[in-house]
């Protein structure tokens, strides 16, 4: 009975035209994550596979640990780089010659920037270049120096002091200094996988909208419910169905652009900390970028799975695939919205949203914490349990509207 449901479901003209859809937009997804470029030095810029791997060894170069010395050395490059004939000539091919020099510690630069920016909400991409190689020892103190002065200044408000000093506490245990590595594989990968999860959550809202009420629109439902496994096996079936489809198309599209992505660019760098990351850098979660993978590989999956049993609960409920579809869409887009809206606890509402599954990576990088009888919890444990809890409720739940629907 599952074999035959799943049949039903690609039998239907537009579940070959969703797949089709499905696998253009991964296929142009993963053409954009894997775009990277190398400026040789004679500054012609050069891409494909010869490219990455002559960015690779570049970056390669300056990888172990960020200390004050390594920092140092940086900040010199950089002047030195700055001061060159080829940086101040108006001649593009010459600024091109500068910069091929600098892109091996491009990545480090930009922390400095993030570092000694003006305030903790800024970045200032030419920040770097005023630096003295005295200031390196500075570095992971401003971080934390800058954490502090938006909690008492601009972020006064908007957390209590015990919140405060939680995440202050979370900035201190982080263990320093950071290891820094090639990371453009993961950095690309991370980039454009809130893209590939959004598509394939509608993609798939489209393909289980029809599991439920497909007996309805058939006019076949006085059959399915009168035969003798009708409502206990065949809608068992159904729901299996839904999960299968959920589960398999999930985990191939999501393995199938991390194989691109990394095979392609590599995958050096999984066991630096997060705050290694461009969008990393002010994150107050103390994990690895592998672990950060994982998170949003399973916040992407909960979020799939909820949002497509919601939609087949909704289609059992209603008889309708047209409502049925539209779910994905509300719950992406709506936040969108409320967003607009200035009083703080939409912000609160906001993060707890199950379209922030969908981005775990952005949830990383935000500042939502929660207070839950007494404890300080911080949003990606709550999202996941929360949303894994009821995507579970929904299956039986599913389960037992459609098993006593009544027939006509």
């Known amino acids: 009975m599952l074999k035959f449901e799943l049949k039903k479901v690609f039998s239907r003209p537009g579940s070959a035209i969703a797949m089709g859809i499905l696998a253009v937009v991964i296929g142009v997804t993963c053409w954009f994550a894997t775009d990277v470029y190398y400026v040789d030095p004679n500054g012609v810029k050069q891409r494909g596979p010869s490219a990455v791997a002559a960015l690779r060894e570049e970056q ?90 938006w909690l008492e200044g601009e972020a006064k408000e908007q957390y209590t002091d015990k919140e405060k000093a939680f995440f202050i506490s979370r900035y201190e245990k982080i263990k320093t200094p950071f290891y820094y590595d090639y990371m453009t594989g993961w950095t690309r990968l991370f980039d454009y996988a809130p893209t590939v999860v959004m598509i394939t959550l509608l993609i798939l809202g489209y393909l289980v909208s029809g599991i439920f009420s497909g007996e309805f629109s058939w006019k076949s439902d006085a059959v399915f419910f009168t035969s003798f496994h009708g409502r206990k096996r065949a809608t068992a079936a159904k729901t299996g169905a839904g999960l299968c489809l959920v589960t398999g198309i999930y985990l191939v599209t999501m393995l199938i652009y991390t194989a691109i992505v990394l ?101 990383l990088g935000y500042f939502n914490i929660y207070s839950l009888g007494g404890t300080l919890m911080d949003a990606a444990p709550i999202l996941l349990t929360v949303y894994a809890v009821l995507a579970v409720l929904l299956v039986p739940w599913t389960y037992r509207i459609y098993r006593h629907m009544e027939i006509g």
């Not at 990351?277 to 672990?291: D, M, R, T």
């Not at 409920?317 to 939409?346: D, G, H, W, Y």
Request: aromatic letters at 14%; charged letters at 20%; a negative charge.
């Open 263 to 363: 095979l392609y660019l590599g995958a050096d760098g999984w066991a630096c900390p997060i705050q290694i990351l461009f969008s990393g850098w002010k994150s107050f979660y103390n994990i690895s970028v592998w672990q950060e993978y994982l998170l949003i590989l399973a916040g992407g999956y909960i979020g799939c799975l909820f949002t497509s049993f919601l939609c087949m609960w909704v289609s059992a409920k209603t008889r309708s695939a047209v409502i049925a579809v539209m779910i994905p869409f509300v719950l992406i887009f709506i936040p969108s919205f409320l967003e607009n809206i200035p009083a703080p606890f939409v912000g609160k509402i906001l993060g707890l949203l199950p379209d922030q599954l969908l981005q775990m990576g952005n949830v």
């Open 60 to 149: 390669k170069a300056w990888a172990g640990e960020l200390d004050s010395e390594k920092l140092r050395q940086v900040i010199l490059a950089n002047k030195e780089i700055k001061s060159s004939p080829e940086y101040q000539s108006e001649d593009e091919n010459e600024r091109e010659i500068a910069y091929s020099r600098g892109q091996g510690f491009k990545d480090i630069r930009d922390l400095l920037n993030h570092a000694f920016a003006a305030g903790f909400c800024d970045y200032d991409y030419y920040c770097a270049d005023r630096l003295s190689g005295d200031m390196a020892s500075q570095f992971y103190g401003r971080r934390v120096s800058l954490l502090k002065e």
